[in-house]
C-alpha cells in the first residue's frame, strides 16, 4: 500500500528538463489544453519559443473561439507555409545553389 501512496505522490511532481519541454507546457497551459501537451512539446522543438507563447497568447485572448487548440494548431500550419516559402524563395535567390 504505501508503494501505491508513493507512486501517486511522484506523479505530482514535475520533471521538465529541457527548456522546449517548459514552452510545451507553457503553451498547453496558456490554450487551457493539457490533453495535447506533448504535441505542444514537440512544437517547441520545431519553432522559435517565443513565437509559440505570442501565438498562444493571442488565441487565448479571442472569446468567440471555442477550440483554442485546434485553432492555435490551424496557425502553426501558417507557419510552415511561411517557413517553407521563405525557404524555397532563398534557393531561387542563390540560383538554386547550396553554399557550404
Do not use: C, W
Request: no cysteine; glycine share 4%.
Amino acid at each position: 500500500m504505501d508503494y501505491l501512496k508513493l507512486l501517486k505522490e511522484r506523479a505530482k511532481k514535475s520533471r521538465v528538463y529541457s527548456p522546449h519541454q517548459s514552452i510545451g507546457l507553457t503553451v498547453a497551459k496558456i490554450l487551457g489544453d493539457d490533453q495535447h501537451k506533448s504535441l505542444y512539446i514537440k512544437l517547441a522543438k520545431e519553432y522559435k519559443n517565443a513565437d509559440l507563447i505570442e501565438l498562444a497568447r493571442s488565441v487565448a485572448e479571442k472569446k468567440n473561439v471555442n477550440n483554442k487548440g485546434a485553432y492555435f494548431m490551424k496557425l502553426t500550419e501558417k507557419f510552415k507555409k511561411d517557413k517553407h516559402n521563405e525557404n524555397t524563395d532563398h534557393k531561387k535567390q542563390d540560383g538554386g545553389k547550396v553554399s557550404a
